[in-house]
């Protein structure tokens, strides 16, 4: 049960778009479709941005997109806001014919 | 109103056990598997522990295996966590997480705000 790699930041100014990537291996993202991501803000309890790869939950923006190659997925945040600085985290079914969830280390999006 | 309140935390010595509780309202408790999510504290999330709807699967993680016990009472709509054992790196907010989807998504729609539970002399 390893951690799912996440860069420890990433920024981007107002409008423009970016990237959060997380990788695993052949035996969690890269094996099944039940790649989540979640925003968590300041003292507060994450929240569910993206399901299954790339399902968004009601209510969340479309502006949120997720997708997966291979052993790593990817959030792309369009047309950032100020709102949308928090901690970002990756999770994913890791198998073993038991519930086994492994999360990633969590990016610091930074909204320049 | 959806909502997940945890219960239970504390201060606890090293060695010691704690039980951790979440009730559940606003949806139907036994249609989702429930999970415990901790985070220490300046750190990220970490899955602790998850219970299918029926608690026919169940799973650790590594890190608490063999000292946490994770069981629901349906009937109660809760959740429960024993936690034997405990050690300094316990310490942590932890979070009751209830799956989006019926069919199991892996997915953690609902969280409590959290109980902090502090391993300490």
């Known amino acids: 049960q390893s951690a799912l790699t996440q860069p420890p930041s990433a920024s981007g100014s107002p409008g423009q778009s970016v990237t959060i990537s997380c990788t695993g291996t052949?035996?969690?993202?890269?094996?099944?479709?039940?790649v989540s991501w979640y925003q968590q803000h300041p003292g507060k309890a994450p929240k569910l941005m993206i399901y299954?790869?790339?399902k968004r939950p009601s209510g969340v923006p479309d502006r949120f997109s997720g997708s997966k190659s291979g052993n790593t997925a990817s959030l792309t945040v369009s047309g950032l806001q100020a709102e949308d600085e928090a901690d970002y985290y990756c999770s994913s079914y890791a198998g073993s014919n038991n519930l086994n969830v492994v999360f990633g280390g969590g990016t610091k999006l930074t909204v320049l | 109103e959806v909502q997940l309140v945890e219960s239970g935390g504390g201060l606890v010595q090293p060695g010691r056990s704690l039980r951790l509780s979440c009730a559940a309202s606003g949806f139907t408790f036994d249609d989702y598997a429930m999970h415990w999510v901790r985070q220490a504290p300046g750190k990220g999330l970490e899955w602790v522990s998850g219970?299918?709807?029926?608690?026919?699967?169940?799973g650790y993680a590594d890190s608490v295996k063999g000292r946490f016990t994770i069981s629901r009472d349906n009937a109660k709509n809760s959740l429960y966590l024993q936690m034997n054992s405990l050690r300094a790196e316990d310490t942590a907010l932890y979070y009751c997480?209830?799956?989006?989807?019926?069919?199991?998504?892996?997915?953690?729609?609902?969280w409590g705000q959290g109980t902090m539970v502090t391993v300490s002399s």
């Open positions: 219970i299918s709807w029926n608690s026919g699967s169940i």
């Open positions: 997480a209830k799956d989006s989807s019926k069919g199991d998504s892996f997915a953690f729609d609902i």
């Open positions: 299954e790869v790339s």
């Open positions: 052949s035996s969690d993202v890269g094996g099944y479709n039940y």
